[in-house]
């Protein structure tokens, strides 16, 4: 399976971005898909993570309430629609898809089989 993320860009506090990740490949068995990012300087952590169909999702505490994740599966593409952006959304944001379906293990890079290149996300104040 081959990710392919776009999306990112530059954008002012408060504005809005959706990313996409691609998915091409042996798709049929992936069960869950998740977003991470890693900001200059620090760890890649945890944002939000989903199951496939779109029916459960999971979201960081810093990201509640302003970003949703969703999939089209006809197009093998999960989406991360951040609203509200803040500064300290700025960073490198990394979609990640995985056969697993143990929930627990979608809140940590371990937890995916497949990852995208990452696209970056720069929020201005």
């Known amino acids: 399976v081959q990710l392919q993320a776009s999306g990112g860009g530059l954008v002012q506090t408060g504005g809005s971005l959706r990313l996409s990740c691609a998915a091409s490949?042996?798709?049929?068995?992936?069960?869950?898909m998740g977003w991470f990012r890693q900001a200059p300087g620090k760890e890649r952590e945890f944002v939000a993570a989903?199951?496939?169909?779109?029916?459960?999702?999971y979201f960081a505490d810093s990201v509640k309430g302003r970003f949703t994740i969703s999939t089209d599966n006809a197009k093998n593409t999960v989406y991360l629609q951040m609203n509200s952006l803040k500064p300290e959304d700025t960073a490198v944001y990394y979609c990640?898809?995985?056969?697993?379906?143990?929930?627990?293990?979608?809140?940590?890079?371990?937890?995916?089989?497949?990852w995208g290149q990452g696209t970056e996300v720069t929020v201005s104040s």
């Open positions: 490949g042996r798709t049929f068995n992936l069960y869950a």
């Open positions: 989903g199951t496939w169909s779109g029916v459960s999702t």
């Open positions: 990640a898809l995985t056969t697993v379906r143990y929930r627990s293990t979608w809140f940590s890079e371990g937890g995916y089989d497949y």
